[in-house]
């Protein structure tokens, strides 16, 4: 078997020989050998699939770390993991290119919309028909909205009302409304790990016309624009990973006994959470709704639609919702925030 010295490695696997020093004092891929006298690094061929791997992970952008953990595993395993590296680059391009909007119209002094918006919203927050203690808790005002459904246990109802209590005193927001974001689910997390419990929280924060979303856990932010129907966020559920890697139908999903364990909350884990968060522009005519998995696991979709654009109000849209709820045993806490944003 003939070595190739550093430069021959570097010249046929198009990495340089400073990255190659690099890697090899990583241990990220070491040379078969080194000269004891000249220091001298030779490699084995065998090494260059390794190498040119290395070099288009690197070309979009994965750091040392992942690389390391992609270099192995298996065919299917290592392709998995390159395609969640970068399903998550693309949604934080997505939000790095919302925020350069906001930060081009706030340093432009433009703003993305003429018209002026008012909010009218309602609220509904009860145990239900089957448990006795309401662990949600939910908020409505100009400048916040929210659910956060509490996990079943003694702290479950002061988990969420923390969470709560956290973005309604960060205050209104400003131009810098994912920072506000960030900041605000950080205190809503040791809030919730101080009272010993954890729970879920859908919010938006407004800003004008903009309106910043976070997420974490299964409760939900729904919009209906032009009567269309669009679920905003994506539940953090262990069903929810199974439909999408495949593995589970939305029918199986929907009567499977592990549907409502949660993958991500307030409160849980050794660290702090990871929120899922975007920004969006409310136009005249749009209605949204946050609610607990009271609501959306028990209110099918199309019944849902018909709620939301069937009725005239808010308050008509949430007496609705209720009324569904309990016509079919309401099971759980139910809890709903409806608004709309109207041109003044």
């Not at 131009?175 to 879920?200: I, K, Y």
Request: with cysteine; aromatic share 4%; glycine share 8%.
């Amino acid at each position: 078997m003939r070595l190739l010295t550093i430069g021959a490695f570097a010249r046929r696997s198009g990495l340089t020989p400073k990255a190659l020093r690099l890697y090899d004092s990583s241990g990220l891929l070491p040379p078969v050998a080194v000269d004891p006298e000249s220091g001298y690094r030779f490699y084995d061929p065998a090494q260059l699939d390794t190498a040119r791997l290395i070099a288009e992970l690197r070309r979009i952008g994965m750091p040392l770390a992942e690389i390391r953990t992609v270099c192995t595993l298996d065919g299917p395993a290592a392709a998995e993991a390159v395609a969640a590296y970068w399903r998550r680059v693309t949604a934080e391009n997505a939000v790095r290119a919302r925020v350069a909007g906001l930060l081009l119209e706030h340093l432009s002094g433009r703003n993305t919309m003429s018209t002026t918006l008012t909010v009218r919203y309602a609220t509904a927050s009860e145990p239900g028909d089957v448990r006795d203690v309401n662990d949600d808790s939910v908020h409505a005002s100009d400048h916040l909205l929210a659910v956060a459904d509490g996990v079943r246990g003694p702290s479950g109802a002061a988990a969420s009302a923390a969470a709560i209590a956290a973005l309604v005193e960060s205050g209104p927001a400003d131009a810098r409304l994912l920072s506000t974001l960030v900041d605000a689910v950080e205190d809503a997390d040791r809030r919730v790990r101080a009272v010993g419990g954890d729970t879920t929280l859908t919010a938006l924060v407004r800003n004008g016309s903009q309106l910043g979303l976070v997420h974490v856990g299964d409760t939900r932010a729904y919009l209906v624009r032009a009567g269309e129907l669009v679920q905003l966020t994506t539940d953090h559920t262990w069903v929810q990973t199974q439909i999408d890697q495949g593995r589970l139908s939305l029918e199986g999903a929907a009567g499977h006994p592990q549907r409502a364990l949660l993958t991500r909350a307030l409160g849980v884990g050794a660290s702090a959470v990871e929120a899922d968060l975007g920004l969006r522009t409310a136009l005249p005519g749009d209605r949204y709704l946050l609610c607990s998995d009271g609501v959306s696991a028990v209110v099918a979709r199309p019944a849902l639609h018909s709620a939301l654009t069937t009725g005239d109000t808010p308050d008509d849209v949430v007496g609705a919702l209720v009324r569904l709820v309990h016509d079919a045993g309401a099971p759980d806490n139910l809890s709903c925030v409806v608004a709309d944003f109207v041109a003044v």
